[in-house]
């Protein structure tokens, strides 16, 4: 008599692939837009004491060690070295910055903020020259209502001011810049983390501002400690919080979703200088910062159109 033993050898299944969350880094951009729109308030509240150039070179300073910290903290290692797109990055956004502060001191406010933000909407464009990502069919559609909800909101309030074409000149060159930034951005977090990616921007911002406030003849300190909250509070909601949002946040974005997405920011804006400063929106402004909400929501919609 004879008898089989069978082996039984257990079948192991592969690994079950992570969880693709496609809204995570659109969310990130969402979050990182609204601290941005914090950052009028800020400017607003700083100029008492500091002149704008200082204000956004000690936003760069007092933002630097956090983001260090960060970078030890979460990596458990010193940053990388930076690319040639970070640095690329890092000036195209000084540059960005010190222009559209000096677009703000010769033409109307709503003129520069709704220049500046033909930026972000134009960065699909950019990228799908560049970097060959071809957008939805239906973000073109969330493109067109982003520049008229932006038109509305920036332009819609009651008259303040008239508009200089130097200023505006300004204001559009802060908007190329803007494009500029947000493309280099992306292209730097090929090869590196968000954190370390806005650390080194940091370090490029804070080199070119210090040039650019001793050019202004800005006073680089204010006359007391209390001139420095304005600036602490830019560099941790803004700066930190906003731009590192953004940063990591176009490592699982499409530029071109991003591009549109960040225009939330002139929504919040608004909102805050409502609460705030009892500045009321009108009728116009309404509709835009409605019709600016339906668009980043449009943005994300549709599917991918392949390049040949």
């Known amino acids: ?35 941005i729109g914090f950052a009028p308030i800020g400017l607003r509240l700083g100029l008492e004491d500091l002149g704008p150039q ?14 260090l910290a960060l970078v030890f903290l979460v990596e458990r290692r010193a940053p990388r070295l930076p690319n040639r797109f970070v640095l690329l990055a890092g000036t195209f956004f ?21 220049i500046v933000n033909l930026g972000n ?38 008259a303040g001011g008239k508009g200089d074409i130097r200023g505006d000149l300004l204001a559009l060159s802060a908007a190329l810049l803007v494009s500029g930034y947000m493309l280099c951005s992306k292209l730097a977090r090929r090869t590196l983390g ?71 920011q002139p929504v919040v804006a608004a909102a805050i200088s409502w609460t705030l400063f009892d500045e009321p929106l009108t009728a116009i402004q309404a509709g835009g910062a409605a019709a600016i909400l339906v668009a980043v929501w449009m943005s994300q919609r549709g599917k991918p159109v392949p390049i040949d």
């Open 54 to 67: 200082a204000i956004a070179f000690w936003r760069y300073a007092l933002a630097s060690p956090i983001l």
């Open 121 to 158: 909407v134009s960065v699909g464009f950019v990228a799908w020259l560049f970097l060959k990502e071809r957008p939805t069919n239906i973000w073109f559609g969330a493109v067109l209502l982003a520049i008229v909800g932006a038109a509305a909101l920036s332009l819609g309030g009651e």
């Open 94 to 114: 000084t540059l960005d910055m010190a222009l559209w502060h000096w677009s703000l001191t010769l033409t109307t406010v709503s003129n520069a903020t709704f």
């Open 194 to 264: 968000g954190l370390e990616t806005i650390f080194w921007l940091t370090v490029v911002e804070i080199c070119l501002a210090g040039v650019i406030v001793i050019l202004s003849g800005e006073a680089f300190f204010p006359e007391n400690l209390n001139g420095f909250r304005a600036p602490l509070f830019l560099a941790l909601v803004v700066h930190v919080m906003g731009q590192g949002l953004i940063i990591t946040g176009l490592g699982r974005t499409p530029a071109a979703i991003a591009g549109v997405v960040v225009v939330v």
């Open 1 to 35: 008599m004879t008898s089989s033993l069978t082996l039984i050898v257990p079948t192991l299944s592969p690994p079950a692939a992570p969880i693709e969350r496609h809204w995570l880094g659109p969310l990130m951009v969402f979050g990182g837009g609204v601290c």
